[in-house]
């Protein structure tokens, strides 16, 4: 009799667990829309010659900085994220939960451009280095570098929306 109340329990005790375990949960990511925080425009060289006109989002504090342009599907050809740092020096970025192509462009305290990182690809969590001091990094769809002929010494400049509260 010990033995088949034994074998009852441990019948009731595995049934339980077979319907209390649940399908795995995949977490469903909202869409990340864009928001225009700001403009930004491009220049050729030392020269006032305009190579582009963007919608820029900025990305500064650290949530932004680590979080970037994850979890969005695109981006407009007229919109880019522009990372802000305090300090200048080499910076290491990667493409983690980013879902499209971009080309990263890194610039210098006074804004001009000392290198790039073309066409970096989606998901990939390879470094992606600057090779030079930056204190800002632009990021746009991939192929625009290109595209708008872009060059170390070009230079931006941008201007942010004054929230009011």
Same mark, same amino acid.
């Given at each position: 009799?010990?033995?088949?109340?034994?074998?009852?329990?441990?019948?009731?005790?595995?049934?339980t667990?077979?319907?209390?375990?649940?399908e795995?949960?995949?977490?469903?990511?909202?869409?990340v829309?864009?928001?225009?925080e700001?403009?930004?425009?491009?220049?050729?060289?030392?020269?006032?010659?305009?190579?582009?006109?963007?919608?820029?989002?900025?990305?500064?504090?650290?949530?932004e900085?680590?979080?970037?342009?994850?979890?969005r599907?695109?981006?407009?050809?007229?919109?880019?994220?522009?990372?802000?740092?305090?300090?200048?020096?080499? #910076?290491?970025?990667?493409?983690?939960?980013?879902?499209? *192509? !971009? &080309?990263?462009?890194? /610039?210098?305290? %006074?804004k #001009?451009?000392?290198s790039?990182q073309?066409?970096?690809? *989606? !998901? &990939?969590?390879?470094? /992606?280095?600057? %090779?030079?001091?930056?204190?800002?990094?632009?990021?746009?769809?991939?192929? !625009?570098?290109?595209?708008? /002929?872009?060059?170390?010494?070009?230079?931006?400049?941008?201007?942010?929306?004054?929230?009011?509260?």
């Amino acid at each position: 009799m010990k033995i088949l109340k034994t074998i009852f329990l441990l019948a009731c005790f595995s049934l339980t667990i077979i319907a209390c375990k649940s399908e795995p949960k995949t977490i469903e990511q909202p869409e990340v829309p864009f928001t225009k925080e700001g403009e930004l425009t491009l220049y050729k060289g030392t020269t006032d010659t305009i190579i582009a006109k963007l919608d820029i989002e900025i990305a500064e504090t650290p949530f932004e900085i680590e979080t970037g342009l994850m979890y969005r599907e695109s981006m407009k050809k007229n919109q880019g994220m522009l990372f802000v740092f305090n300090e200048i020096r080499e #910076r290491n970025f990667y493409m983690k939960n980013t879902r499209f *192509p !971009l &080309d990263l462009i890194f /610039l210098d305290h %006074n804004k #001009r451009i000392v290198s790039f990182q073309e066409n970096a690809q *989606p !998901l &990939d969590e390879a470094s /992606l280095p600057s %090779n030079a001091l930056a204190q800002f990094v632009l990021e746009i769809n991939a192929g !625009l570098a290109e595209e708008w /002929l872009l060059e170390v010494g070009d230079k931006m400049d941008y201007f942010v929306y004054k929230i009011v509260e």
